[in-house]
């Protein structure tokens, strides 16, 4: 017999003000899949959650609020009360949405558990500050490296990251890519 599951899915991006930017992909895509797949808003919970039910597996979802390289400091106060409601029993997975700019636009890349950030300073963030540490599931949304200039000359990839998509670019995330993520979800539950 298997364990019950618990899935939680937590998206990084930067504060409301930065929406729809490509460094705040991720809060894009928890918004996205939210609503494919029927997610409602938990109002027992203090902490604005999403939940729904896949084959009996409860998905919570959680956009981690703050600025992208504080990710971990800012996810803490919400993961400790998650992770608290868990008994032994119950089996947990984490998933993490993130932009990741090796990835070209409309693909994404799931990672396994105990990796490394590879430089992307959310990550970096939470498996530095978080409990989380290193088990979780990276999903890289990709964005590209479609800047102009040379990368290594000051902003120029800072202010690709906080640049908006192009309208296609938003298109192929709201189809092509959704799609890509909500089944890689269904597959970890």
């Known amino acids: 017999m298997s364990l019950p599951k618990r899935l939680l899915v937590l998206s990084l991006g930067n504060p409301p003000a930065y ?3 490509r460094h ?9 899949v939210c609503t494919r797949l029927g997610a409602q808003p938990n109002r027992t919970s203090s902490f604005n959650t999403h939940e ?16 992208m390289n504080e990710s971990g400091k800012s996810l803490n106060p919400f993961y400790k009360i998650w992770k608290s409601r868990t008994k032994k029993e119950i089996e947990d997975t984490v998933i993490i949405l993130h932009d990741e700019l090796d990835v070209d636009v409309g693909k994404i890349k799931v990672r396994s558990p105990g990796r490394s950030h590879r430089g992307h300073n959310g990550l970096r963030s939470i498996q530095a500050s978080s409990p989380i540490g290193k ?4 999903f890289q949304i990709g964005i590209g490296r479609n800047y102009s200039g040379d990368r290594q000359t000051p902003g120029v990839v800072a202010n690709y990251v906080l640049s908006k998509f192009t309208p296609k670019e938003r298109l192929t995330i709201e189809s092509e890519t959704l799609d ?5 979800i269904k597959t970890y539950v």
């Open 135 to 138: 088990d979780y599931v990276s």
């Open 24 to 32: 705040s992909v991720g809060h894009l895509m928890l918004k996205l």
């Open 52 to 67: 729904t039910e896949i084959d009996d597996t409860r998905v919570t979802f959680y956009r981690v609020p703050g600025y």
């Open 19 to 21: 929406d729809g930017t």
């Open 180 to 184: 890509k993520v909500v089944d890689a």
